[in-house]
């Protein structure tokens, strides 16, 4: 293993492993999750859950958001208010986390699988005119690691069949279409906020939308069904999707400091595109023509044909583990795991399958030092030329 390293130019500082994501509190995390530990309001009743709300709603300019205990829930809350279930049909891209398809799974609907563009990982508007059916109710557009899809077309798609848009914002907080900010374009957007997302609660969901009788819904079913005016009476069978007032604590601090993280986060992404963006052999996802992405996770394309071998992608990712460098691969292509086999597709999805055995996400937090991105590209470079 030794001779790999030759060829690098800069040097790691420390022996440890770079990490592929780091939290960072930079502002009130810890005296506001204090304060709601000190209230003793503890479960999901408490001014953060509060505060939290109307300030991620202001951030989004949408009349409401609704705080739920992780992004899934949201996805899941969403399809449910929306009275999507059995016999349903659903549009979600087949390169995506696997989350987006098990909401829909969950909501008792059935996934429709639709592919990515050939030169950017997004959902394709002209592969989802294919799959529309009687059965289709929705479509679950997902602004992958970051980059907004194209709304306006899948908007007008979606009016002109009669269905909904649930945006799926989970990795993309703050990213723009037009000056509007992502999950705040279709019906409901839903984000989540794990620990690796922009930004974190530790567990955690929001849904928004600009229709009050919606977020009604979802206060309604994320509260067990029971009727707001009157306690204990169920008027349906809901769900406890419900956010804790710590958790909201933590969510409001970063919340605090969410353009500062997007903006550190745009300047390592730069540096990695700087770096990068003449290395023969590798396609990097430049942001997007459709808005103002943000930056989630620094996706890197190989277009080596060596990559078209399922394994070439994980023993590359297993060399840069060796080096000290957690890279991940990308998202399987749905249709290539069990529990989606079943579902139907628009065609042979084979961009959605390019991207996920061509790629890696490499790390990217706003801590991640220059050097250690010098370092990242350089041992990448090295080690493609060893193919
Ligand atoms: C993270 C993620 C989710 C799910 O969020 P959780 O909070 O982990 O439940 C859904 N969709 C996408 C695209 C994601 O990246």
């Not at 839903?190 to 229709?211: D, H, L, P, R, V």
Request: proline share 4%; charged share 20%.
């Amino acid at each position: 293993m030794g001779g790999n390293f030759m060829s690098i130019k800069y040097k790691k500082i420390s022996s440890s492993v770079i990490p592929n994501a780091v939290v960072e509190f930079r502002g009130n995390e810890k005296a506001y999750v204090l304060d709601a530990l000190e209230s003793t309001w503890i479960s999901s009743v408490g001014k953060y859950v509060e505060m939290f709300e109307r300030q991620f709603a202001q951030y989004h300019r949408v009349a409401n958001a609704v705080t739920v205990s992780n992004g899934t829930c949201a996805l899941h809350l969403a399809l449910q208010a929306l009275k999507i279930g059995h016999g349903d049909e659903v549009i979600v891209p087949n390169f995506t986390f696997a989350a987006t398809a098990n909401a829909v799974f969950h909501s008792g609907a059935t996934p429709v699988l639709v592919d990515s563009y050939s030169d950017h990982w997004n959902i394709d508007p002209d592969e989802i005119v294919k799959v529309i059916s009687s059965r289709t109710k929705a479509i679950i557009p997902v602004h992958l690691y970051g980059q907004p899809c194209d709304m306006e077309k899948i908007l007008n798609i979606a009016k002109k069949n009669n269905l909904y848009v649930i945006e799926d914002a989970a990795e993309a907080h703050g990213a723009e279409i037009c000056g509007r900010k992502v999950g705040s374009l279709g019906h409901i957007g839903c984000f989540s906020f794990y620990a690796n997302k922009i930004i974190t609660s530790g567990e955690g969901g929001m849904c928004i939308t600009n229709t009050p009788e919606l977020a009604n819904r979802m206060c309604m079913l994320r509260d067990h069904g029971m009727n707001p005016q009157k306690r204990y009476w169920n008027d349906e069978v809901g769900f406890n999707y419900r956010m804790t007032n710590i958790t909201a604590a933590i969510g409001l601090a970063q919340l605090e400091f969410i353009d500062e993280i997007i903006a550190l986060r745009k300047m390592k992404a730069d540096l990695y595109r700087e770096l990068l963006e003449a290395c023969p052999g590798v396609r990097l996802i430049m942001p997007a023509p459709f808005g103002r992405s943000v930056d989630w996770l620094q996706c890197v394309y190989f277009e080596s044909e060596h990559f078209d071998q399922p394994n070439t992608i994980e023993d590359f990712i297993l060399k840069l583990k060796k080096a000290g460098i957690d890279a991940r691969r990308t998202f399987y292509p749905l249709d290539a795991m069990p529990p989606y086999v079943v579902c139907r597709r628009s065609g042979d999805l084979k961009n959605s399958h390019w991207f996920s055995s061509h790629g890696v996400a490499l790390p990217l937090y706003p801590l991640l030092t220059e050097e250690e991105i010098h370092y990242i590209v350089s041992t990448v470079k090295a080690f493609l030329k060893e193919l």
